[in-house]
């Protein structure tokens, strides 16, 4: 993404001295090198940030893969990232897994399924249900998302903001 960036900086510098951007192609290479032996330029700890906040607002594992890789993150360090991300689930027990807590989320704030109004409710479950798969869930995921309880849900919310 670096690379992305400063490319498209010196582009838009050459185009208005009407220079050459290509002689500049070792600079860009070299600063991204100074940044990576720095420690500034870290691409799995940006995966990881990228991927907590990705699954708080919802995004299925399939949509995280993919807006991690048009960050520019390679194959190996995503793949990386989501074994991390499963380890760390499974030390924390009672935890739901974090697909279904993702796509949790992802019905909450779309209001699908359990968080509509109940008269509603049944009149969109199949328009919910395409909403889950486009978001990238599966089918049985989102069938049991939607079909569950949101009061569940609130007050397991409800009862760690009266703990703090």
């Known amino acids: ?11 838009r510098r050459c185009r208005s001295r009407d220079e050459d951007a290509s002689a500049h192609a070792g600079l860009i290479e070299e600063t991204v090198a100074r940044a990576q032996k720095a420690g500034l330029v870290d691409d799995a700890r940006f995966a990881a940030a990228r991927l907590r906040g990705l699954r708080r607002r919802g995004t299925s594992t399939r949509q995280a893969q993919a807006r991690l890789a048009a960050k520019g993150i390679d194959r190996e360090t995503i793949a990386a990232t989501l074994a991390e991300e499963d380890e760390t689930a499974e030390t924390q027990e009672g935890e739901a897994d974090t697909e279904e807590r993702a796509a949790l ?7 699908l399924g359990p968080y509509r109004r109940p008269e509603t409710r049944e009149a969109n479950r199949e328009r919910d249900l395409a909403a889950m798969a486009r978001a990238g869930f599966s089918y049985a995921l989102a069938k049991a998302v939607l079909a569950g309880e949101a009061q ?4 397991a919310d409800e009862t760690s903001v009266d703990q703090e």
């Open 152 to 155: 569940e849900h609130e007050n």
């Open 1 to 11: 993404m670096l690379r992305r960036v400063l490319a498209r900086r010196i582009e």
């Open 105 to 111: 989320a992802y019905a909450r704030r779309r209001r």
